[in-house]
């Protein structure tokens, strides 16, 4: 029983000094700033593209929240990371280590955690950035109305209001997906089989076949599919995949 003890004692050392970075998300020698009305938090280096940021947010925060019907858009505020590495610990805690250089952005329920455009890393772009903070701004108004929709209509939506459309030669290069990997997702593996490229022709495919206001039904009731649609997700999948194929 000691023995026992002992061991849950250290595993609870472990998972608290890993999330010990979570405590708060902000970090020392950030301020706070406000800036297009929203409340930011960044280091003063980061100043000016903190403000590029809360801007492009602002700019295009009015007609996301029309497209998703949302009233609930009070108390975003946005944190902007000196580095996507400085985002990884303050997302998943010190093991946040292993996460790959894409991920540059999360959000919570109030926050939009975004890396700084001034030091992007290696996978991104200033503009990628700045696409990438509208978008999750997206999440976190979908995530207010339903933080359980599933990986392509929740990421989907985020890419499609965002304006991160994908090339045709990058949809052709994913669009061969099978139905094992769409119906299975997890964040790294619907990465590495084009989610964050194919997840936005799903929702323009459903907005050309069914229309926009069915979308916005998807965020509210993603678990009841085939009312909305009135096909099940093996065939929106397959309908999907020949739609995809004229591209």
Known sequence: MKRFLVVVAIIGLVVGVNFLPRV???????????FSGMRVLAKPADQADAER??????????????????????????IVYPSHKDLHRKTIGLVGAFLPDWFI?????????????????PSHSRESI????VHEYVHVL??????NLGYWFKEGIALFLADQVPSPDSIRSY?????????????????????YTLAYTLIA???ESYGW???????????????????????????????????
């Open 130 to 133: 700045e696409q990438a903070a």
């Open 24 to 34: 708060s998300l902000g970090m020392p020698g950030m301020n706070e700033y406000t």
């Open 175 to 195: 669009r061969d997906i099978g139905w094992e990997d769409y119906s299975n997702p997890n964040a790294l593996q619907f990465a590495e089989v084009g989610g």
């Open 213 to 247: 206001n069915t979308v916005v039904g998807l965020v509210s009731n993603d678990t009841d599919l085939e009312q909305i649609l009135g096909i099940g997700q093996r065939q929106l999948f397959d309908d999907w995949k020949g739609w995809l194929a004229q591209i």
């Open 105 to 121: 952005g999360d959000n919570t329920r109030d926050w939009v955690l975004i890396t700084s455009p001034g030091n992007p890393g």
């Open 142 to 147: 979908t995530d207010r109305v339903n933080k």
């Open 205 to 207: 495919y459903i907005e």
């Open 53 to 78: 940021l809360a801007a492009r947010i602002h700019d295009q925060a009015g007609t996301v929240a029309e497209a998703l019907g949302s009233k609930d858009t009070s108390g975003i505020g946005v």
